[in-house]
T-cell receptor, first 110, second 112 residues
Framework: EDKVVQSPLSLVVHEGDTVTLNCSYEVTNFRSLLWYKQEKKAPTFLFMLTSSGIEKKSGRLSSILDKKELFSILNITATQTGDSAVYLCAVLINTDKLIFGTGTRLQVFP | ETGVTQSPTHLIKTRGQQVTLRCSSQSGHNTVSWYQQALGQGPQFIFQYYREEENGRGNFPPRFSGLQFPNYSSELNVNALELDDSALYLC???????????FGPGTRLTVL
């Protein structure tokens, strides 16, 4: 059975801290791995990773994929209160079917 | 804003009733997928439509059905509602394989 596991489930940090969110997966027909940020309702797209070892960056966020060890990490540096959200990792299999993890709830306090 | 819209925003139904949720895709997208997200969980894939045909289905019973229309809008129908159907229902549209999916704001369904 295809599965995506995220850790930790929950994280509480202070502004300015750096956090690392983990995502491991066991799926058939892997196509790519995606990270989403979900604040209230709609998950908003952060990154899509297809190739191993190539870091993607967007401001204070970065992510990398290891297809040999079947995991990805999402790093957030100099966290801000606006980073508080649930971060979802999903693996795209077949044609557009996303398998999601349960998410990591990040709370950033001032 | 992703350009994907859903209606209604919230809905309250009772057990045994039927419900129709609607989604309007982003312009230029030809796939629509539906997901169910229970509280504290990640979204679960229900099914996907491509060119008005079902193109893959998750582990949901037949009382979950859908339609996609020529203008790429879509409906999710759920018959014989059960309490466990209470969830956030998300639709996502995309341009096909290997492209990111963009999510709508969701419909919060409560079944009493």
């Amino acid at each position: 059975e295809d599965k995506v596991v995220q850790s930790p489930l929950s994280l509480v940090v202070h502004e300015g801290d750096t956090v690392t969110l983990n995502c491991s997966y066991e799926v058939t027909n892997f196509r790519s791995l995606l990270w989403y940020k979900q604040e209230k309702k709609a998950p908003t797209f952060l990154f899509m990773l297809t190739s191993s070892g190539i870091e993607k960056k967007s401001g204070r966020l970065s992510s990398i994929l290891d297809k040999k060890e079947l995991f990805s990490i999402l790093n957030i540096t100099a966290t801000q209160t606006g980073d508080s959200a649930v971060y979802l990792c999903a693996v795209l299999i077949n044609t557009d079917k996303l398998i999601f993890g349960t998410g990591t709830r990040l709370q950033v306090f001032p | 804003e992703t350009g994907v819209t859903q209606s209604p925003t919230h809905l309250i139904k009772t057990r045994g009733q039927q419900v129709t949720l609607r989604c309007s895709s982003q312009s230029g997208h030809n796939t629509v997928s539906w997901y169910q997200q229970a509280l504290g969980q990640g979204p679960q894939f229900i099914f996907q439509y491509y060119r008005e045909e079902e193109n893959g289905r998750g582990n949901f019973p037949p009382r979950f059905s859908g339609l996609q229309f020529p203008n790429y809008s879509s409906e999710l129908n759920v018959n014989a509602l059960e309490l466990d159907d209470s969830a956030l229902y998300l639709c996502a549209s995309g341009r096909g394989a290997d492209n990111e999916q963009f999510f709508g704001p969701g419909t919060r369904l409560t079944v009493l």
